[in-house]
């Protein structure tokens, strides 16, 4: 069986109050289980949720905490959680974490451990219980066994950050957050200082290229979960190239990939449980492919 749960569902920021109730203030943390087997996507403050349902349910019957982590990139809100992830800090405990590499020099093991240095906590890294190994990724198909199979694939977002599809026994799940549309950067207008007709063309064509190759990585998902932090006219409006992208785009994505189920992610802080809930019946009742907007505890059976 292969399922997911969700702990954490916002990007940005935490955002706990009255208005955020239904479907939750914390930010990204999936759950994914292969049977047994335990994955998580990213570690924002979903995970400290998640850390205290694992010590009272993997760690009582096990001893221990094992799991395989996927990192969407090392933006703050899907790497803050760790420091209160209770398991980090008991012995025997085995973390396997894989993530792109950044732009920059630093390493994803120092960047991650950066958390634990006493300017920012009590705890060093070097105090820690769990045993951590890290893997800097980019677009690979990793085995781990049993038949259970991972495939990465880059986004676009403002840093390297990677989308995660999961096979399992004919099963499928895809995670493609942050993420928003490839566009032609250059200028497209023949009225333009800079244009070229050249590079125009060359831009467009490059463009759709890297937008198909979303739609071949998610194609026939069981469940696709996907960036959609703000409306088509919010987006158009003053948020391009902020690496997120529309519910209206999602939606295109998971028709033109024939998923089955499609479920809105990485929700805007300043949206409420009431706006979201209006958001998710509007489109749900337009859209062929099945929607639901993701909420802490939800769990499906792909």
């Known amino acids: 069986m292969l399922s997911v ?17 239904y479907y939750g203030g914390n930010t990204s ?3 994914i289980r292969a049977d047994e087997r335990l994955l998580i996507v990213d570690l924002g403050t979903g995970l400290r949720p998640l850390g205290n349902w694992l010590m009272a349910n993997d760690f009582k019957k096990n001893g221990h905490v094992d799991a395989d982590i996927f990192l969407t990139h090392t933006h703050w809100d899907h790497i803050m959680g760790l420091p209160l992830f209770p398991p980090v ?19 994803l093991k120092s960047i991650i451990e950066m958390q634990f240095s006493y300017r920012y906590w009590p705890v060093h890294a070097g105090e820690l219980g769990a045993r951590i190994e890290y893997d800097q990724i980019n ?7 049993g038949g259970l199979k991972v495939i990465s694939k880059f986004l676009n977002h403002p840093i390297s950050c990677l989308g995660y599809r999961f096979e399992y026994q004919g099963k499928s799940i895809a995670a493609v957050f942050d993420h928003e549309p490839y566009r032609n950067i250059f200028p497209s ?3 333009h200082a800079d244009y070229n007709e050249e590079t125009a063309k060359e831009g467009e064509n490059t463009a759709a290229e890297e937008n198909e190759k979303i739609i071949r990585f998610t194609r026939d998902a069981d ?40 479920i809105f992610y990485h929700h805007d802080p300043a949206s409420t449980d009431e706006q979201l809930k209006q958001l998710e019946k509007n489109y749900a ?17 792909a």
């Not at 954490?8 to 208005?19: A, F, M, N, Q, Y």
């Open 139 to 145: 677009e690979a198909t990793i085995d781990l066994g």
């Open 89 to 107: 800090f008991v012995p025997g405990s085995k973390l396997r974490v894989r993530g792109p590499v950044s732009y920059e020099d630093d390493s």
């Open 29 to 31: 943390c999936l759950e």
């Open 285 to 301: 009742s337009t859209a062929a492919t099945e929607i639901m907007m993701a909420r802490e505890g939800l769990t499906l059976e």
């Open 5 to 21: 749960k969700f702990w954490g569902v916002r990007g940005s920021i935490t955002c706990p109050g009255p208005d955020t109730v």
């Open 223 to 262: 469940i696709l979960i996907h960036d959609a932090q703000y409306t088509e006219e919010e987006y158009q409006r003053r948020r391009l190239g902020w690496g997120h992208a529309s519910y209206e785009y999602a939606v295109s994505v998971a028709a033109k990939a024939n998923a089955k189920k499609l």
């Open 189 to 191: 207008d023949p009225s």
